[in-house]
Nanobody, 121 residues
Framework: QVQLVESGGGLVQAGAALRLSCTAS????????MGWVRQGPGKEREFVAR???????YYADSVKGRFTISRDNAKNTVYLQMDSLNPEDTAVYYC???????????????WGQGTQVTVSS
């Protein structure tokens, strides 16, 4: 059974940093594209960042320069370092995995349950 489990969310003040982790189990995701997608209150799911198995990365314009995605294939884990957080970053953050990088940036094959990030002003 494939599972993606996120951790590291929480409540922080604007300007603070958080590091999200996502650990996969049930299969090896070494060659999968791993991504982070978020959903803010009253909003649709929004692509945040992704990393391919050769570690090329791609970011949404809204987080470029503030967020960094990385992966440790030995640990089957992907990370999202979030710096300079602002209230607009408040959302549930989902980890996701895809065998083929989704063309729409959110059409992943596997999803975690999400972790809440709340940024107060």
């Amino acid at each position: 059974q494939v599972q993606l489990v996120e951790s590291g969310g929480g409540l922080v003040q604007a300007g603070a940093a958080l590091r999200l982790s996502c650990t996969a189990s049930g299969r090896t995701f070494t060659t999968y594209t791993m991504g982070w997608v978020r959903q803010g209150p009253g909003k649709e799911r929004e692509f945040v960042a992704r990393i391919a198995w050769l570690r090329s990365t791609y970011y949404a314009d809204s987080v470029k320069g503030r967020f960094t995605i990385s992966r440790d294939n030995a640990k089957n884990t992907v990370y999202l370092q979030m710096d300079s957080l602002n209230p607009e970053d408040t959302a549930v953050y989902y980890c996701a995995a895809a065998k083929v990088t989704p063309a729409d940036d959110i059409g992943y094959d596997y999803w975690g349950q999400g972790t809440q990030v709340t940024v107060s002003s």
